[in-house]
């Protein structure tokens, strides 16, 4: 029999011994043994912190995102052998789909955070802080790669897309990763894993995996490491509560498996666009990944007079569901990931039909298409009623991990929000209305408990994501039950990796650690003018100190003329009593144009073209006779790759545009966006 590996400080391993062998979900036939006894996690760890770590941190994230997307063109260009391993598990191509291109869309969308960072290893957070009268004390914020390892265990339904959409994050924040995937699907995880490390694109102790149980791999994290964990509740704060994340404070973000509703709106009854919508989404959430999935639909709420119409109208869908082998024609359901889970699945079922009514499927008299019903893992799917939620519980504490979902009726919102909040926390919610009233009212006095909402209706179905799919610039998380934790999230999942400090001192200072023009900081005269420098040359805080001008009633005339602006403060004096002009005031737009005639280097040269204003501010009124001049400084540089061999090699500066009057007071003030060749052309 094949041995699944392991791969950790730069080698592919087999474990001692043989802890667990996978097996096909379809047919029961073995794929491949497993172990990870005898590993040093110990030396594990450390070869994380002290090989990987050093080489992510001398990337800047403009180059660790360049890194992630160019994984992501590799792996794309190979998925046909992910999804033909993938049925193993028992995915259908619509559900490999979500796990194999799913995950590597997370490594796409990551990678275009980087325009959202700084070109510097590390990040500069919020607004500067004044700290002192006289200006010469300020304080910022830095955020810094944490220096350990990100150790993530995860599930057993996503075997790639629960790897890529982690290690995504960790390494554009700078820090390596070890995976830690389930032994019951990790052949899936491995494979990719092999296709990953044979690129070369990561830098070596960029990510390791331990394939087999996993046994002590906490043992040795410390106060530098992250810890994520996705799986059941039960599992995850047994880990959170291991002394040795206790005494070392390692950060445990607790993704666990919840009890989502969904909600059928009082307005959408049957012959409604949104009727259909709630009972066709809700079919897919139980059945795709045979329900495996954390986001996965448990409640199903209906208002009262509506339950008949739902239960007869799901069950119809249901019935359309046909089990069995993915790679079968017609196939809409796959098994479950494996026989351990049919005999979960089962318990929980069994628990739950104590308390409810079964009105949908049969746990034992099914059919199946192609596959083994004996040796695979095939379970049917259950819808249960139950028309006393108040009073009949365990479907508020009771999850079984596959198609199993629960109806039940509300009278009113009141009720419809007591329900879903009986599942003390989930990750995901949904409310199908077309009244946007209800739905503010359902999502404002739900918020509190679910860590997303979708609000469906027929405006926006042929776009939506659905009930069940975390989005990688969302959160993913939820309070309670759902484990109080948050992944992902654009830019705040890169923060999570990162250590957040304060720092202090003179804005010279602060201007050369962030790399960030800070003003009262050193502005040296830009020689040449800045506009004939190459991006290279720049530097941060050269400054050009432009000519003056004396606005005219001439200039606020004109330029009501060339825009069309004649609002009343600009054109019309004898309007200003109980303004807070003293007399006609030059428009704010004006100054900015006015700016750009100040500080601008008319002639061709390294500048190719100016092309957004960020944080525009009009401070105090300019009227007529008001001396302007302009401080333009260099303000922050960011590399711009090459999107092919005949771009012009380019980056981006930002320059604060600082306008003051004959008192030295700033009238407007402005970020402006410039796009300026470079040197060197390779």
């Given at each position: 029999?094949?041995?699944?590996?392991?791969?950790?400080?730069?080698?592919?391993?087999?474990g001692?011994?043989?802890?667990?062998?996978?097996?096909?979900?379809?047919?029961?036939?073995?794929?491949?043994a497993?172990?990870?006894?005898?590993?040093?996690?110990?030396?594990i760890?450390?070869?994380?912190?002290?090989?990987?770590?050093?080489?992510?941190?001398?990337?800047?994230f403009?180059?660790?995102g360049?890194?992630?997307k160019?994984l992501?063109?590799?792996?794309?260009?190979?998925?046909?052998?992910?999804?033909?391993?993938?049925?193993?598990?028992?995915?259908?191509?619509?559900?490999?789909?979500?796990?194999?291109?799913?995950?590597?869309?997370?490594?796409f969308a990551?990678?275009?955070?980087?325009?959202?960072?700084?070109?510097?290893?590390?990040?500069?957070?919020?607004?500067?802080?004044?700290?002192?009268?006289g200006?010469?004390?300020?304080?910022?914020?830095?955020?810094?790669?944490?220096?350990?390892v990100a150790?993530?265990?995860?599930?057993?339904?996503?075997?790639i897309?629960?790897?890529l959409?982690?290690?995504?994050?960790?390494?554009?924040?700078?820090?390596p990763?070890?995976?830690?995937?389930s032994?019951y699907t990790?052949y899936?995880?491995?494979?990719?894993?092999?296709?990953?490390?044979?690129?070369?694109i990561?830098?070596?102790g960029?990510?390791?995996?331990?394939?087999?149980?996993?046994?002590?791999i906490?043992?040795?994290?410390?106060?530098?490491?992250v810890?994520?964990?996705t799986?059941?509740?039960?599992?995850?704060?047994?880990?959170k509560?291991?002394?040795?994340?206790?005494e070392?404070?390692?950060p445990?973000?607790?993704?666990?498996?919840?009890?989502?509703?969904?909600?059928?709106?009082?307005?959408?009854?049957?012959?409604?666009a949104?009727?259909?919508?709630?009972?066709k989404?809700?079919?897919?959430?139980?059945?795709?990944?045979a329900g495996?999935?954390?986001?996965?639909?448990?409640?199903?709420?209906?208002?009262?007079k509506?339950?008949e119409?739902?239960?007869?109208?799901?069950?119809?869908?249901?019935?359309?569901?046909?089990?069995?082998?993915p790679?079968?024609?017609?196939?809409?359901?796959?098994?479950?990931?494996?026989?351990?889970?049919?005999?979960?699945?089962?318990?929980?079922?069994?628990?739950?039909?104590?308390?409810?009514?079964?009105?949908y499927?049969?746990?034992?008299?099914?059919?199946?298409?192609?596959g083994?019903?004996?040796?695979?893992a095939?379970f049917?799917?259950?819808?249960?009623?139950?028309?006393?939620?108040f009073?009949?519980?365990?479907?508020?504490?009771?999850?079984?991990?596959?198609?199993?979902?629960?109806?039940?009726?509300?009278?009113?919102?009141?009720?419809?929000?007591?329900?879903a909040e009986?599942?003390?926390?989930?990750?995901?919610?949904s409310?199908?209305?077309a009244?946007?009233?209800?739905?503010?009212?359902f999502?404002?006095?739900?918020?509190?408990?679910?860590?997303r909402?979708?609000?469906?209706n027929?405006?926006?179905a042929?776009?939506?994501?659905?009930?069940?799919?975390?989005?990688?610039?969302?959160?993913?998380?939820?309070?309670?039950r759902?484990?109080?934790?948050e992944e992902?999230?654009?830019v705040?999942?890169?923060?999570h990796?990162?250590?957040?400090t304060?720092?202090?001192?003179?804005?010279?200072?602060i201007?050369?650690i962030?790399e960030?023009f800070?003003?009262?900081?050193?502005?040296?005269?830009?020689?040449?003018?800045?506009?004939?420098q190459?991006?290279?040359?720049?530097r941060?805080?050269?400054?050009?100190?432009?000519?003056?001008?004396?606005?005219?009633?001439?200039?606020?005339?004109?330029?009501?003329?060339?825009?069309?602006?004649?609002?009343?403060?600009?054109?019309?004096?004898?309007?200003?009593?109980?303004?807070?002009?003293?007399?006609?005031?030059?428009h704010?737009?004006?100054l900015?144009?006015?700016?750009?005639g100040?500080?601008?280097?008319?002639?061709?040269?390294?500048?190719?073209?100016?092309?957004?204003?960020?944080?525009?501010?009009?401070?105090k009124?300019?009227?007529?006779?008001?001396t302007?001049?302009?401080?333009?400084?260099?303000?922050?540089?960011?590399?711009?790759e090459?999107?092919d061999?005949?771009?012009?090699a380019?980056?981006?500066?930002?320059f604060?545009?600082?306008?003051?009057?004959?008192?030295?007071?700033?009238?407007?003030?402005?970020?402006?966006?410039?796009?300026?060749?470079?040197?060197?052309?390779?």
């Amino acid at each position: 029999m094949r041995k699944i590996e392991n791969y950790v400080q730069g080698s592919w391993i087999t474990g001692d011994g043989e802890e667990l062998v996978a097996y096909n979900a379809i047919n029961g036939d073995e794929i491949g043994a497993l172990s990870s006894a005898g590993l040093d996690y110990n030396a594990i760890l450390t070869y994380g912190r002290e090989v990987g770590g050093p080489a992510l941190r001398k990337m800047t994230f403009q180059e660790r995102g360049l890194m992630l997307k160019a994984l992501a063109l590799h792996l794309m260009g190979r998925k046909d052998k992910f999804y033909e391993l993938s049925a193993a598990t028992g995915a259908t191509r619509t559900d490999s789909w979500i796990d194999i291109e799913g995950g590597i869309g997370n490594l796409f969308a990551n990678a275009s955070l980087r325009r959202q960072f700084p070109d510097l290893p590390y990040a500069v957070e919020g607004e500067t802080v004044p700290l002192s009268k006289g200006g010469s004390f300020i304080g910022h914020h830095i955020l810094v790669p944490k220096r350990g390892v990100a150790v993530h265990i995860n599930a057993f339904n996503f075997p790639i897309w629960g790897m890529l959409e982690k290690v995504a994050v960790n390494l554009l924040a700078g820090i390596p990763a070890v995976v830690k995937p389930s032994e019951y699907t990790s052949y899936l995880t491995e494979l990719m894993l092999k296709e990953i490390i044979d690129s070369g694109i990561l830098p070596d102790g960029s990510i390791q995996m331990v394939s087999g149980l996993g046994r002590g791999i906490l043992d040795y994290v410390t106060s530098e490491d992250v810890i994520t964990f996705t799986g059941s509740a039960h599992t995850g704060k047994k880990l959170k509560a291991l002394p040795n994340i206790l005494e070392n404070s390692v950060p445990f973000n607790l993704e666990a498996d919840s009890l989502n509703a969904t909600m059928l709106g009082e307005d959408s009854g049957p012959g409604t666009a949104e009727f259909d919508l709630f009972v066709k989404s809700t079919r897919a959430e139980i059945t795709v990944k045979a329900g495996q999935k954390c986001t996965a639909i448990r409640r199903i709420l209906v208002p009262e007079k509506y339950m008949e119409d739902v239960q007869i109208a799901l069950g119809k869908q249901l019935a359309k569901t046909t089990i069995g082998d993915p790679s079968v024609e017609g196939v809409r359901m796959g098994p479950l990931a494996s026989r351990t889970q049919v005999d979960r699945v089962r318990e929980n079922v069994e628990l739950l039909m104590k308390e409810q009514e079964v009105v949908y499927g049969d746990m034992d008299n099914f059919d199946i298409v192609g596959g083994d019903k004996e040796k695979g893992a095939f379970f049917s799917p259950i819808l249960f009623r139950n028309d006393a939620p108040f009073e009949k519980t365990r479907v508020h504490e009771i999850e079984a991990f596959g198609p199993v979902s629960t109806l039940m009726p509300y009278k009113d919102m009141d009720e419809a929000v007591r329900i879903a909040e009986m599942g003390k926390g989930s990750l995901v919610t949904s409310i199908t209305t077309a009244n946007d009233e209800l739905a503010k009212e359902f999502v404002l006095n739900t918020a509190h408990m679910h860590g997303r909402i979708l609000v469906l209706n027929e405006r926006c179905a042929k776009e939506s994501t659905g009930h069940g799919s975390p989005l990688p610039l969302l959160s993913h998380g939820g309070p309670g039950r759902a484990g109080g934790g948050e992944e992902m999230g654009g830019v705040r999942g890169v923060k999570h990796y990162m250590q957040r400090t304060a720092i202090q001192g003179h804005p010279e200072t602060i201007t050369r650690i962030t790399e960030q023009f800070q003003v009262g900081a050193d502005q040296p005269e830009a020689n040449p003018h800045v506009f004939r420098q190459h991006f290279e040359e720049l530097r941060v805080g050269d400054t050009v100190f432009t000519h003056k001008h004396t606005v005219t009633d001439a200039d606020i005339v004109n330029f009501a003329n060339v825009s069309g602006d004649n609002f009343y403060a600009h054109m019309d004096a004898t309007s200003l009593e109980g303004t807070i002009f003293e007399q006609r005031v030059a428009h704010g737009y004006f100054l900015l144009s006015k700016a750009a005639g100040l500080f601008v280097d008319p002639k061709k040269g390294p500048v190719l073209l100016n092309y957004g204003v960020e944080q525009a501010r009009f401070t105090k009124p300019v009227y007529p006779g008001a001396t302007l001049g302009v401080r333009f400084t260099v303000k922050e540089k960011i590399e711009q790759e090459k999107r092919d061999e005949d771009d012009i090699a380019k980056g981006i500066v930002k320059f604060l545009v600082d306008m003051y009057d004959e008192e030295g007071e700033t009238v407007a003030i402005a970020t402006i966006l410039t796009m300026v060749k470079k040197i060197d052309q390779s």
